[in-house]
């Protein structure tokens, strides 16, 4: 089966690096994404890794390593829109497997 | 704006009558997606159509239903509502570029929170 395991609950201080990670079982796998959902929004996607190592976006860093089945979202200059959660996702064939988000708390 | 719209924004139904969320795209996208959330739970998807091409997940109670008449429209039907149904059901979009990209970035509509009294 598959299964992601992701901590439930990340607090810091506005202008903080905060780092939540994601690991995974997949039968199969293509790719790792992630997504930002506030308190009753939708999901929104922030990226993407298909492939070992770090990606960039602006304030945001995503990063795969397939042989540890490991990723991390690494958020910098934290602001206090960036509470939400944030769920790392699995692309095995077939499938778009959520985890079970986490929780971030920002504070001044 | 393109954007993937979802109506209404809340429903309230009763026990066991049959109750259609509706969801729309102008963005083109080829794959439309209904997901099924709870309270502080992730996402779960239900089913997909890639074009007119359904795909049921195998855990997709026979309860749910869904209908496709054109690209841009999709439609959950849900035929008997129960307690444990009730959640936020979120429509999403994506345009792979390939198969392996086919659960690549999506779009999200707003979602529809269901009440079953």
């Known amino acids: ?108 | 704006d393109a954007m993937v719209i979802q109506n209404p924004r809340y429903q309230v139904t009763q026990f066991g009558k049959p109750v259609t969320l509706s969801c729309s795209q102008t963005l083109n996208h080829n794959v439309m997606y209904w997901y099924q959330q709870k309270s502080s739970q992730a996402p779960k998807l239900l089913f997909h159509y890639y074009d007119k091409d359904f795909n049921n997940e195998a855990d997709t109670p026979d309860n749910f239903q869904s209908r496709r008449p054109n690209t841009s429209f999709c439609f959950l039907d849900i035929r008997s509502p129960g307690l444990g149904d009730a959640a936020m059901y979120l429509c999403a979009t994506s345009r792979p570029t390939s198969w392996v990209d086919l659960y690549n970035e999506q779009f999200f509509g707003p979602g529809t929170r269901l009440t079953v009294l």
Not at chain 1, 81 to 93: H, L, M, R
Request: with cysteine.
């Open chain 1, 1 to 108: 089966g598959q299964s992601l395991e992701q901590p439930s609950e990340v607090t810091a201080v506005e202008g903080a690096i905060v780092q939540i990670n994601c690991t995974y079982q997949t039968s199969g796998f293509y790719g790792l994404s992630w997504y930002q959902q506030h308190d009753g929004g939708a999901p929104t996607f922030l990226s993407y890794n298909a492939l070992d190592g770090l990606e960039e976006t602006g304030r945001f860093s995503s990063f795969l390593s397939r042989s540890d089945s490991y990723g991390y979202l690494l958020l910098q200059e934290l602001q206090m829109k960036d509470s939400a959660s944030y769920f790392c996702a699995v692309i095995p064939p077939g499938k778009l497997i959520f985890g079970t988000g986490t929780r971030l708390q920002v504070f001044p």
